[in-house]
C-alpha cells in the first residue's frame, strides 16, 4: 500500500500522517468472492422496477436531504415511526458519521476484533481511541463478561452481528446487557442481518433501548452494493443527530430511486436470501471435509453471513494460486491481527461455489503434496 509523500506527511493533520489509501487488493477475476456482496443478479422484475424509477428521476433538482420517500418505506417495512431512521450513502457512511458525532478526542470506541477493519479507521479520522476485547482467539466467540465491564466505561460500542469476518451473531440477551452498561451509544452493525436466523435482529431492542442504534445496508441481502445506501435505526433524538451531521446531499437522486423500487419490492428477495444460506450450508459442510482430511490445523467457522471463514496452511499462497490458476478472488486475512492463515470466501451462486470447491480440493491437494 503506498504511503503519503513526505510532503503531504507533513501538510495533513498530524493524526492523519499514517493514513494510506485504501486498496481492496482487487484484481479483475472471472469470479469475485471477495467482497461480500450478493453475486446473484437482481430478482426477476426488481431490476425493471429500479430501471423504470431510474428513468423517471429528474436530474436537474437536488436530492431530498433526508430521503424521506426511502424512510417512509423503511419505516413502513419495519413497522417503526419515520423519526427512527436515517438514511446514508451506504453503512460506511453513517459509521463515519457516527465516530464524527459522538466520537472526538478523549473518547473512547469499544470494539471487539477481528471485526470490520473501518471501525478502528474511522474512529483514527475522527481521533476517538479504540479500546479492543478480543475475541477467543479459537472460536472467535465474544467475550462476554469482559465486553460488558469495559462497556461500562465506554463512551461508544460496535458490535457486528453477523461479525465480518468470523460470521457470529450477538445474542439479543447480550446486546441488551451491553447497552445497559455502557453511558453512550451503542452500535450493532447488521449489514449482513438479512442472512442470519430469524429472531437474532437487535431491533427489538430498540424501544427498551435507547442507546442502541441498528445499523444496516443494502449492498449485501439487497444485491445493490453499487448504489451506496445504508441506514440507521435508533430513537428520534439519536437519528437528529445523524441528520444534522450528514453532509446534506450524500445520497444522491438515482440512489434514492434505486433504493425505493428495491425495498418496495424486498419480498422479491426472500428466495435469493433463501439459497445464499442454503448454499452456506453446503459450502461449510464441503470445505470443513476438505480442510479435516488435508489440513488438521485448518478451521472453518460456522456463519450467519454470506461469507465463511476458512484457515488453511499457506493461505496467501492458496489465495493467490485461486486467483492466478482458477480466476476467483477471495480475501486473504492472513495478514490481520488474530487472523493467522485465514481466507474470507463470499458465497457466490451454485455455480459459482461449485468452481470455488473444484479449485480448492486440487490447491489443498497441491500444497499438501508439496
Ligand atoms: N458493516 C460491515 C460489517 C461491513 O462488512 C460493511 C461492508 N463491507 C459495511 C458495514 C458497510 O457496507 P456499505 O458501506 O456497503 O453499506
Redesign the pocket.
Known sequence: MAELSERMRALVQPHLAGIEPYDPNFTPTDINLSA?ENTCPLPEGVRAAVDAALAATPLNRYPDPLSNDLRDELAAWHGVPRETICVGN???EL?YNFLLAFGGPGRTLLTCPPD?SEYAFFASLAQTEVERVWRDERTYGLKRDELVAAAAHADLVIL?SPN?PTGDVVPLDLAREVCAACPGLVVI?E?YGEFADEGTSAAVLLEECDNLIVLH?L?KAFGA?GIRC?YVMAAPDVIDVFAAIRQIYSVNVLTQSAALAAVRARDAFAPVIAQIRSERERLFAALSQLVQATAPEGAVWESQGNFLLVRVPHASEVRQRLRDDFSILVRDFSYAPGLADCLRITVGTPEENDRLLEAFQALLNKTLSA
Do not use: Q, R, V
Open positions: 461480500n451506504g453503512g460506511d459509521l470490520f457486528t465480518n452493525d449489514a445496508t449492498s452494493a445504508g
